[in-house]
C-alpha cells in the first residue's frame, strides 16, 4: 500500500469519517472532509485535486462527469475540479464538473457551483452567485464579536464533554443575543 494513501485513511480515521476517498485524489496538507461527501469516483479521484487547509463539509457533492447527454449523443462531459488553498464548502453543496474554486474562497451551503470562483471570494445559492469578499465578511464578523459572547472552543466541541450547564450557556447566549461566536 503507498505512503499517500496510507496519509489519507489516517487523516479518514482522524476525522472519524468514513466518506469513499477515491485512491488517486489529490489531497493537499490538512484537508477536512465531512461525512456523506461524495468525491466523484472516475478515473479514481484523479480528476479532484483539494489544496491545503480546505474544509469540504457534509453532504458535499463533487462531480468531475456529467453523463445527461449519453443517451442522445453518445458522450459523456468529463472536466476536472479543482479547489485552492483554505477554501471551505459549506453543508450540501454541489461542485460540478470543470469549476475551480480559488484560494480563501468560501461556498455557502446548498449552492450549486457551476462556474469558476474567484479568489478570496464568498458565493451561494443555486446557481451560486457572489455575495461578499472573504475580506468583507471576516470584518464584519470581527465587528460582530465585538458585542457578544466569545466562547473557547475547546470547553464546547464534540471531542469533550459538554454538560447541561455548558449547553445553557450557550443556548443563553444565543437568546439573548441572537447569536454567539467560538474561537
Not at 477515491?22 to 483539494?50: H, Q, R, Y
Amino acid at each position: 500500500m503507498a505512503f499517500e494513501t496510507l496519509l489519507k485513511i489516517f487523516q479518514i480515521i482522524k476525522n472519524r469519517n468514513f466518506t469513499n476517498i477515491p485512491p488517486n485524489i489529490k489531497l493537499g496538507k490538512e484537508v477536512g472532509i465531512g461525512n456523506d461527501v461524495t468525491l466523484d469516483n472516475f478515473a479514481d479521484g484523479a480528476l479532484i485535486s483539494i489544496g491545503d487547509y480546505s474544509v469540504i463539509t457534509n453532504g458535499t457533492k463533487i462531480l468531475v462527469h456529467d453523463a445527461s447527454s449519453r443517451l442522445r449523443i453518445g458522450m459523456t462531459y468529463v472536466a476536472p475540479v479543482n479547489i485552492g488553498k483554505r477554501v471551505f464548502i459549506g453543508y450540501y453543496s454541489i461542485i460540478l464538473p470543470g469549476v475551480s474554486i480559488g484560494d480563501d474562497a468560501i461556498i455557502g451551503a446548498g449552492s450549486v457551483v457551476t462556474k469558476d470562483v474567484e479568489k478570496g471570494t464568498v458565493v451561494a445559492g443555486v446557481p451560486a452567485k457572489i455575495i461578499s469578499s472573504t475580506e468583507a465578511l471576516d470584518k464584519k464578523r470581527i465587528e460582530m464579536s465585538a458585542n457578544v459572547d466569545v466562547f473557547d472552543y475547546l470547553t464546547y466541541d464534540k471531542k469533550h464533554p459538554i454538560d447541561a450547564e455548558k449547553i445553557n450557556e450557550l443556548v443563553d447566549s444565543a437568546r439573548r443575543n441572537g447569536y454567539f461566536f467560538i474561537k
